[in-house]
């Protein structure tokens, strides 16, 4: 079982320590104080007349978990948080929980199991969803506990725990896990089904069943036997304690999972990187062998993992509400993809008028009330957003009055909200290791509802001040504060005792949720993911503003793994997911159960479709790798709302120009004097904006930069890369195409070159030279360098990739030579080690669609232990090759090299003409 997180003793004075400074809550204080945070301060009581998390009628609650874990902070806004939470007092066990491809809820004889397969639409058709329908309930003879706690969790699994006095049940369970690994005392083992099964295989101790057209696989220790009465399968543990279940994508697949069966998980781990434009992640199980030494098990990947590694996978496949779940063969897998680009404001261009544009901009800057009125966490939030976004306008137009205005605006309000005691204040609450701020809206407070929407709008003008000023940023000033609510919204670190680890940030399903409670029959939801990811580009900002790596790597994970989840779930950019009886090109809402096209407040179509793009800002410009998506979704927008936006005209036109810049510009100078700004939005911003996308172009997703702070736009045959360097000394920024880009300190610097078509073909010869940022390109004149090949770990990886470097390009159109065949040089280096033998595979997705149709492995090449660069090509021969090739169309290429032996690092050198792939494509 997931042993609960403890922190070593040097952790806890390090937390005391801290506290001591006013950058942690002190553990328990013994009377009510305000807590300062360098120039900043909260309270650590909640203020007088307001509430704390409360049940559905307002009793207050505390974590309902066991005593192995009172004190822990626990991650509230997940897919499980039912079982810490108890909303409905009626209900002390949980509300269904959508693990996939597994559903569970507790009930007092265990944890009830189903496998929904089918959809179901409701809700006049604008719903969709694989509700949770128990199969089988899986507990201990005479099991009937008075409630269920959650004893342990880890990134993405949880063990909840029963106990009736006589018996105790702890099972633990996850996303993408078929298996559920229990162990208990005081009763055998006891399997109830909700209708008659039908075995299919009786090995003793293995009993394979089908349950409601499902099948199962029951494992009880060695030497134990299942018994089937009716509906009722029961076997005695024989003095041991632990016993598993798991759910087949096919009955002969039985013999396979059974292999893993006694590999028990006991926690889940995710590490990211960001190197120079890539954001890569790890997702890693540790197990525990109940019997036997076999220690990997079996994972089913979400469609935005599987889409994105390059590790092998099984034929092995589960229906979700996300579309198709792929089994992978391993304790770990790792993902890879291209950072999503953020600025801190679109560059200047000569489509925006100046004059225009101040003008705009001092109807803000000069209003009575540049906050609209806004008392509560999120409005205010939604009007320092919307102040935020100016900022940059106006500096670069060479307005520093007005810049300096509205950043004056923005800090007095960030510090009333970050001085204790006042009208506003923000309250820690120690028993649900919460910050809120009061006051509170949209249960913020009472549900611990969507804190990462409301303070992702306070971080990111916290990192538009930090931009301008650094002073005020840093730790002694009113830093500390803004890292608070970073840590209570979206804490990087696992042995904080003051926050739990990423609360809202669900690092398995890609996507945060924003009921703190989880308290509903669908599962979790989340509405607004743009609000979400707002708050990861503000991480970035912050990040780079501040010099704080650790929190811009962060953001530029969260961000990039969110963007690809929108783009699949929300938007269904590859048309895979979204059920076809569902009708609908967008949805409003995720919920674990499936996805809706509502808001909680409206059914207007505008708000449906824009609420999942505000607020617009340079960290929205990964809506722009889905452009047929785009033109999808407004097309629907206006079919359902009877003709074009109304209300929220400025988000749509926004929204449109991630797609058609020049459309979205002719809507705006159609509609730009009788509109009202959507409360987050202004004319300045929306006019700058629109502009300037009809001036450059829109976003080129499929060219990154080497930092974080970088993006490309292109127009017909001309692309404009565009960065921005918050550090002190000058910087070059190096393109994936190979153009390089020298920006001045503190400053935003654009250049231009010829890109051919957005996505050109290859040119004759079809060759690519690597990059270190991980692609292939056709451009010529990259700078040497190289990249490291890890270590074979003294293991043999003949024909397997172990930790291989990847590089790849996307969109390739091309006619296959027939007879023709693939050829690569590549110039490798292993220095003085010996031993050491390197091998490639080239893979060929002819259509785009994430499966590789051609897949060629070949022999490994032996290193000399003599320093200098060798050359490792086709002629070494192949060792396997899958699949035939055709001609590609929107066709991705990938090549990845790896140490297939040795207990050394190796080099491979990048860009020059002297490593290459070359294709059998005219």
């Known amino acids: 079982m997931p042993a609960p997180r403890r922190r070593p003793a040097a952790v806890l004075v390090l937390a005391t320590a801290l506290a001591a400074a006013g950058l942690v809550p002190a553990a328990s204080p013994a009377t ?10 909260y309270s650590d009581t909640r203020p007088a007349g307001t509430s704390g998390p409360t049940t559905n009628t307002g009793t207050p609650v505390t974590p309902k978990v066991t005593a192995a874990a009172q004190g822990e902070p626990v991650p509230t806004n997940d897919w499980w948080s039912s079982l810490a939470f108890q909303r409905y007092g009626d209900n002390p066990y949980s509300t269904p929980m959508y693990g996939h491809p597994l559903t569970y809820q ?17 809700g006049d058709g604008r719903q969709y969803e694989y509700a949770h329908k128990g199969d089988l309930t899986l507990g201990l003879t005479g099991l009937n506990s008075p409630d269920t706690k959650a004893d342990a969790w880890s990134d993405w699994t949880v063990t909840p725990y029963w106990s009736d006095g006589a018996r105790t049940l702890r099972t633990t369970i996850g996303h993408g896990m078929p298996f559920v690994y229990a162990t208990g005392t005081g009763g055998d083992a006891q399997i109830t089904t909700t209708a008659a099964p039908t075995v299919f295989a009786d090995q003793g101790n293995v009993l394979g069943i089908t349950v409601s057209g499902h099948h199962y696989a029951l494992f009880a220790p060695s030497g134990s036997d299942w018994n089937v009465s009716g509906k009722t399968i029961s076997a005695g543990l024989g003095g041991k304690d632990y016993f598993s279940l798991a759910v087949l994508p096919s009955a002969d697949a039985l013999a396979t999972y059974r292999k893993y069966a006694y590999s028990f998980v006991t926690g889940s781990t995710v590490d990211w990187s960001y190197t120079g434009g890539t954001v890569r992640a790890a997702y890693t199980l540790s197990t525990e062998a109940k019997e036997g030494a076999e220690r990997a098990t079996l994972q089913a990947l979400y469609r935005h993992q599987w889409l994105n590694t ?51 901009l001092n109807e803000v800057a000069d209003s009575p009330d540049p906050f ?15 102040l935020a976004q100016l900022v940059p306008l106006a500096d670069q137009i060479g307005e520093g009055a007005i810049r300096d205005k509205l950043l004056g605006l923005i800090k007095g309000r960030l510090q009333e909200w970050f001085t204790a005691g006042g009208a506003n204040e923000f309250s820690y609450d120690p028993a649900w290791k919460a910050l809120t701020g009061y006051p509170a809206s949209y249960g913020s407070d009472t549900e611990l509802n969507d804190h990462h929407f409301h303070y992702g709008y306070y971080v ?32 990087p670190s696992r042995t904080d005792s003051a926050f739990p680890f990423l609360r809202g940030f669900d690092v398995y399903a890609g996507h945060s949720w924003a009921s703190g409670h989880q308290g509903f029959a669908a599962g979790n939801n989340q509405e607004s993911s743009s609000e979400s990811t707002n708050l990861s580009a503000a991480l970035v900002l912050w990040g780079s503003a501040t010099g704080d790596n650790t929190l811009r790597d962060l953001g530029a994970y969260l961000l990039t793994t969110e963007a690809e989840s929108i783009a699949q779930y929300w938007f269904d950019a590859d048309e895979q997911v979204f059920p076809s009886s569902f009708g609908h090109d967008t949805a409003g809402m995720v919920w674990g159960s499936g996805a809706a096209y509502a808001t909680w407040w409206t059914a207007n179509p505008e708000e449906i479709h824009g609420i999942n793009v505000l607020p617009v800002t340079g960290g929205s410009l990964h809506l722009g790798g889905e452009k047929a998506a785009i033109r999808r979704n407004i097309a629907e927008m206006e079919r359902e709302n009877g003709g074009p936006a109304v209300e929220w005209r400025d988000i749509l036109w926004e929204f449109q120009s991630f797609a058609d810049p020049h459309l979205a510009k002719s809507k705006w100078d159609a509609g730009n004097a009788s509109y009202t700004p959507e409360r987050g939005e202004s004319k300045a911003h929306t006019y700058h904006w629109i502009s300037t996308l009809d001036t450059l172009g829109a976003p080129d997703t499929g060219v990154t930069g080497s930092i974080p702070t970088s993006a490309v736009f292109t127009k017909g ?14 910087r070059t920024v190096t393109f994936s ?61 003949d024909g397997t990739p172990y930790q291989p470097l990847v590089y790849e390009i996307r969109g390739v159109n091309g006619a296959y030579t027939p007879g023709g065949s693939t050829a690569f040089r590549l110039q490798l280096d292993a220095g003085a080690a010996i031993g050491l033998g390197q091998q490639a595979r080239i893979s060929y997705d002819l259509t785009g669609d994430g499966s590789f149709d051609r897949v060629e492995t070949y022999n490994y090449f032996a290193t000399d232990p003599v320093d200098g660069w060798e050359e490792y090509a086709q002629s070494r021969g192949l060792k396997s090759a899958t699949g035939s090739l055709e001609d590609m169309t929107g066709g991705t290429v990938r090549l990845e090299v790896w140490s297939a032996i040795g207990s050394e690092e190796s080099e491979l050198q990048t860009g020059t003409d002297k490593s290459v792939l070359v294709i059998p494509y005219s």
């Open 32 to 41: 009510a104080a305000t807590v300062p945070v360098g120039s900043g301060s």
């Open 106 to 122: 507790a009930v007092s004889g265990g944890l009830e199991i189903g496998y929904p397969t089918t959809p179901a639409i409701v």
């Open 310 to 360: 390059t590790d092998a996978l099984t034929p092995y496949t589960y229906v979700s509400p996300r579309g198709t779940m792929k089994v992978r063969e391993s304790a770990s897998f790792t993902t890879e993809q291209k950072a999503s680009a953020v600025l801190p404001g679109l560059p200047r261009s000569g489509g925006v008028d100046t004059a225009r544009l101040r003008t705009y």
């Open 372 to 386: 609209s009125g806004a008392v509560d966490t999120y409005w205010t939030g939604k009007a320092l957003g919307r």
């Open 460 to 491: 990111y003008a916290a990192a538009i001040v930090a931009q301008y000023d650094q002073a005020w940023a840093a730790d002694s000033a009113w830093g500390g504060m803004v890292k608070t609510l970073i840590r209570d919204t979206a804490n």
């Open 717 to 730: 045959t001309v692309r404009t890369y565009t960065a921005h360097n918050h550090g002190p000394a000058a």
């Open 737 to 797: 195409d190979g153009k390089t880009l020298t920006v001045p300190a503190r400053s935003t610097a654009t250049g231009t070159g010829t890109s051919g078509d957005p996505d050109p073909d290859p040119p004759t010869g079809n060759t690519f030279q690597l990059r270190s940022d991980g692609t292939l390109t056709t451009a010529t004149g990259g700078v040497a360098g190289s990249d490291t090949i890890a270590s074979a770990d003294g293991a043999n990886h």
